[in-house]
């Protein structure tokens, strides 16, 4: 079974600011996909940004980038020039053939942004 | 029209009662997913629909019952449930199943069981 894991459950960053979410993911598949995904108060979750485990070159969507450490297991978001509106719960999420395709989310963390 | 639709937003139901909770979609899609989520947890899986056919059941109690009646709409048919069902009830869909494509989310029902 996959398993992923977000170890802080709440971060806090200023302004203008960039703070990294930290994931790990724990699979003996070659063939993956990896989200963040964001919910905001108004629980709607919204696709942040997507990685194909196959592909070396980090994704990147204007302030949100990814840091995806094959080998290690690990797949942490970026966000840089934090916005009011960026706060919100983070899921990190893994997807593979062999479950279905189903998103298969961490715990999710908690993020603060301060004016 | 990248919007995923579900009503009601919010629903009160006793352990008695039957009700059901929709969710539309105009963008073509073909799969179609049902997420519970539990206050400050994840979502997890309970239904998949490829092509109008379940594909993926996760072991979920029969008091919830899954329907898609065309490749627009999805409902999940509630029956005889427990306060323990009480969660945020997400509905989302994808062009296809595959491991890229971006599954799009409603904003889901609240359900509260008495």
């Known amino acids: 079974a996959q398993t992923v894991t977000q170890s802080q459950p709440e971060m806090s960053v200023q302004e203008a600011e960039t703070v990294t979410l930290s994931c790990t993911y724990d699979?003996?598949?070659?063939?993956?996909?990896l989200f963040w995904y964001k919910q905001p108060p108004s629980r709607q979750m919204i696709l942040v940004i997507r990685q194909e485990a196959y592909k070396q070159q980090n994704a990147t969507e204007n302030r949100f980038s990814v840091n995806f450490q094959k080998a290690a297991k690990s797949f942490s978001l970026k966000i840089s020039d934090s916005q009011l509106g960026d706060a919100a719960m983070y899921f990190c999420a893994y997807r593979t053939t062999n479950s279905g395709y189903a998103l298969n989310f961490g715990k999710g963390t908690s993020l603060l942004v301060t004016p | 029209d990248t919007e995923v639709t579900q009503t009601p937003k919010h629903l009160v139901m006793g352990m008695t009662n039957k009700k059901s909770l929709k969710c539309e979609q105009h963008?073509?899609?073909?799969?179609m997913y049902w997420y519970k989520q539990k206050a400050k947890k994840p979502p997890e899986l309970m239904f998949v629909?490829?092509?109008?056919?379940?594909?993926i059941n996760e072991s979920v109690p029969s008091r919830f019952s899954p329907e898609c009646p065309n490749s627009s709409l999805l409902n999940l048919h509630l029956h005889a449930l427990q306060p323990e069902d009480s969660a945020l009830y997400l509905c989302a869909s994808s062009q296809v199943i595959s491991g890229w494509t971006e599954a799009f989310f409603g904003q889901g029902t609240r359900l509260t069981v008495v």
């Open positions: 629909y490829s092509y109008e056919k379940l594909s």
């Open positions: 963008m073509g899609h073909r799969a």
């Open positions: 699979t003996s598949e070659s063939d993956y996909y």
